[in-house]
């Protein structure tokens, strides 16, 4: 398959272009390093911080002799898109190139202008792109969970059936989110939704959780080949931030009461959903909406496992509760399905307190990188 990566510096991306350039495929990327510049602004540098592309796709053709073409350019500049699709004629997309850190959507006018401009526009370009060069291409979109919020009914895969006065049809699932940055996401749904309807274009929208973890098959070959791996309050995810505090000898920061529950994934079933979604593309005009995720938690029992793996390991650490900066429920109803990905074959890498030990033995050979200004949230927007 001939696949180009949007966002291929990424935690996610770079991962994903290494998996399927060793499986053969013809791989692209493409970035614009927008995430390392927000970290340097924001002073949230990741623990280690990944070689950039050239030096890193080099590594990789040296291990593997498998090519990884890697181009510098800003996606929301559509010569830039319509250049390299034109160039490499791509078969699927996966679209990661945007920018995904709630914090730093609600951290004020320009950052709030900056995330909705660039994911509206990049996903805007790809379409346009897609549907005036390469008409079959299977678009992957990274969407989130945090689309569809924390209703009080079960959350479906991506759709709704609803009996209205006696009358049914199916909708797109009602989403309210919690950011800026998770509306975006809504944003980019609609945009694609409108755009498969109107022009029959493929798209699989992919509605993540949270993901965890720093190693993958292919970044065990060499740890110059390692993702960038971030524990800061901008761009950390959860379960990475309480990795590092547990090393670090800081206490665990559980925001508020604890009981929010979210829907994981190990950062090898992230490769796997995207590499399912990608050998079983959908038909033209096709929208299939994927919640991939492998099981839930609340904020309170990921801190209390790591808690209880690290104090096994002699880390001594400590779980305490701070005030929440979000405005989001503490403590609420959470039942989302997700079978799409395990019908298609997903086997998951499940949390257990071996891959938590793992994770943990790992980060403490770069304990002395970790700054510990970079833990407590700098960015409120409750109230
Ligand atoms: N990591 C998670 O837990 C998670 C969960 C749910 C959804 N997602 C989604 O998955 C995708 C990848 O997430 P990630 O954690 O790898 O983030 P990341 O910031 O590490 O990767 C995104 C990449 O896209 C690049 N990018 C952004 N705008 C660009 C532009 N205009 N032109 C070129 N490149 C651009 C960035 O420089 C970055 O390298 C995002 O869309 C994110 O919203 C991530």
């Given at each position: 398959m001939r696949i180009m990566i949007l966002g291929g510096d990424g935690y996610l991306g770079w991962p994903t272009a290494m998996h399927f350039a060793r499986r053969g495929h013809d791989v692209a990327v493409i970035d614009n390093y927008l995430r390392r510049r927000i970290a340097r602004e924001t002073d949230?540098?990741?623990?280690?911080e990944a070689n950039d592309l050239p030096q890193r796709c080099s590594v990789f053709y040296q291990l593997t002799g498998r090519e990884i073409t890697h181009i510098e350019g800003d996606l929301n500049d559509p010569s830039v898109l319509y250049e390299a699709v034109r160039a490499h004629q791509p078969e699927s997309i996966i679209h990661y190139a945007e920018q995904p850190s709630a914090p730093y959507s609600m951290r004020g006018f320009d950052e709030a202008r900056l995330t909705l401009n660039n994911n509206l526009n990049v996903t805007f370009n790809v379409i346009w792109a897609v549907k005036d060069l390469v008409p079959d291409c299977h678009i992957i979109k990274l969407g989130t969970m945090g689309e569809y919020g924390t209703p009080n009914i079960d959350i479906e895969e991506g759709w709704l059936e609803v009996e209205h006065k006696g009358r049914r049809d199916t909708f797109l699932y009602p989403r309210q989110a919690g950011s800026l940055y998770h509306t975006t996401k809504i944003l980019d749904t609609d945009l694609l939704w409108f755009y498969v309807r109107t022009y029959g274009l493929r798209v699989t929208d992919l509605m993540q959780g949270p993901v965890y973890g720093l190693s993958t098959e292919e970044s065990e070959m060499d740890e110059r080949l390692l993702p960038n791996f971030h524990y800061d309050d901008i761009f950390g995810t959860v379960v990475n931030r309480f990795l590092v505090q547990a090393v670090a000898g800081i206490p665990l920061t559980i925001y508020g009461k604890g009981g929010q529950t979210r829907g994981y994934l190990n950062l090898r079933d992230t490769l796997q959903c995207v590499d399912l979604a990608a050998r079983s593309p959908v038909e033209r005009g096709d929208l299939r909406i994927l919640n991939q995720l492998t099981e839930t938690f609340t904020v309170k029992e990921l801190a209390d496992q790591v808690a209880r793996v690290g104090n096994r390991l002699g880390l001594e650490v400590e779980v305490q509760t701070i005030p929440n900066p979000r405005q989001e429920a503490e403590e609420h109803y959470y039942n989302p399905k997700y079978s799409g990905l395990l019908d298609l074959g997903l086997q998951p890498h499940y949390l257990t307190d071996a891959v938590v030990e793992d994770m943990l033995t790992r980060i403490l050979r770069y304990r002395a990188c970790i700054d510990t200004n970079r833990i407590m949230p700098r960015v409120k927007w409750s109230g």
């Open positions: 949230s540098q990741a623990l280690i």
